[in-house]
């Protein structure tokens, strides 16, 4: 019922930056949280940012500083501005989303394909 599609990863050095984009489509009402997660090979996912319908955003602690999450509500679109990229900030990267379908849907949670990012020189 919802779809997102995530944009934006790619190859960049250390120190460059991405913005990372995750437009959300299908049949939605309201979604409440998005947020950005990665994962390793042979780990689960780890949130990275969560922003919520009203602005409040959350943040690893290696991620502070550094990445800053928006999202556009008008459009169920939200990013990942990446700053500073290090090497270790190579992943998988996936959107997600707390999203309700109808008005007294229950509230599930959605995924992304995921988008790579690779911090290397």
């Known amino acids: 019922q919802v779809q997102l599609v995530e944009s934006g990863g790619g190859l960049v050095q250390p120190g460059g930056s991405l913005r990372l984009s995750c437009a959300a489509s299908?049949?939605?009402?309201?979604?409440?949280?998005m947020g950005w997660y990665r994962q390793d090979p042979g780990k689960e996912r780890a949130l990275v940012a969560v922003?919520?319908?009203?602005?409040?955003?959350d943040y690893a602690e290696s991620a502070k500083g550094r990445f800053t999450i928006s999202r556009d509500n008008a459009k169920n679109t939200v990013y990942l501005q990446m700053n500073s990229l290090k090497p270790e900030d190579t992943a998988v990267y996936y959107c997600?989303?707390?999203?309700?379908?109808?008005?007294?849907?229950?509230?599930?949670?959605?995924w992304g394909q995921g988008t790579q990012v690779t911090v290397s020189s």
């Open positions: 299908g049949t939605i009402f309201r979604i409440n949280a």
């Open positions: 997600n989303a707390m999203a309700h379908i109808r008005r007294y849907s229950p509230e599930y949670r959605y």
């Open positions: 922003v919520t319908s009203g602005g409040s955003t």
